[in-house]
T-cell receptor
Framework: KAGVTQTPRYLIKTRGQQVTLSCSPI?????VSWYQQTPGQGLQFLFE???????NKGNFPGRFSGRQFSNSRSEMNVSTLELGDSALYLC??????????????FGPGTRLTVL | AQSVTQLGSHVSVSEGALVLLRCNYS??????LFWYVQYPNQGLQLLLK??????LVKGINGFEAEFKKSETSFHLTKPSAHMSDAAEYFC????????????FGTGTQLKVEL
């Protein structure tokens, strides 16, 4: 099976713009989670989707949003970009929702640079 | 609230030496604990996970970790380091009812020297 794919891999934007990142989970996986990784804050949970419903949300401002489609593909959007949004955005997929029995597989990430 | 603390942001070992990466957790409910590895410019790869089935967990690439409730620890070990083990390692925690949300430690960069 193909792994988790994220597009684009690299992105450069300027302050005030908005950006959309895409994640295609492993075939058959219905849960998608998003994380932000920065040198200063480390890995932080953004949100989780399962069957097109947001199940969990991290402590991020409303500028960060996401959605999941019927084919389990997910997108996240960041509006009004700030310099501090520069980060590696990681997507992870799993078959269901359940840390005891499920394994999350991470994609390679999208490196966002905000100038 | 759940959290993990990784002691030592950088660890250096000689090739062939024991690898010990430390992780302590804080959780008000029974935790699920994970170790992930990240190579440069890549995502995270699961090394192993603790789900209460056994306190000693064996993972990939010769790594293992022992869950010690009395010490609230989940340290990662490997008997003999290899050059290819050089990477950043993250400890993470989740819990029943938290979905797939992982709370990560700050990471430990492992350097392996000849």
């Amino acid at each position: 099976k193909a792994g988790v794919t994220q597009t684009p891999r690299y992105l450069i934007k300027t302050r005030g713009q908005q950006v959309t990142l895409s994640c295609s989970p492993i075939s058959g996986h219905r849960s998608v989670s998003w994380y932000q990784q920065t040198p200063g804050q480390g890995l932080q949970f953004l949100f989780e989707y399962f069957s097109e419903t947001q199940r969990n949300k991290g402590n991020f401002p409303g500028r960060f949003s996401g959605r999941q489609f019927s084919n389990s593909r997910s997108e996240m959007n960041v509006s009004t970009l700030e310099l501090g949004d520069s980060a590696l955005y990681l997507c992870a997929s799993s078959e269901t929702v359940g840390p005891s029995t499920d394994t999350q597989y991470f994609g390679p990430g999208t490196r966002l640079t905000v100038l | 609230a759940q959290s993990v603390t990784q002691l030592g942001s950088h660890v250096s070992v000689s090739e062939g030496a024991l690898v010990l990466l430390r992780c302590n957790y804080s959780s008000s409910v029974p935790p699920y604990l994970f170790w992930y590895v990240q190579y440069p410019n890549q995502g995270l790869q699961l090394l192993l996970k603790y789900t209460s089935a056994a306190t000693l967990v064996k993972g990939i690439n010769g790594f293992e970790a022992e869950f010690k409730k009395s010490e609230t620890s989940f340290h990662l070990t490997k008997p003999s380091a290899h050059m290819s083990d050089a990477a950043e390692y993250f400890c993470a925690v989740s819990f029943t009812g938290g979905g797939n949300k992982l709370t990560f430690g700050t990471g430990t960069q492992l350097k392996v020297e000849l």
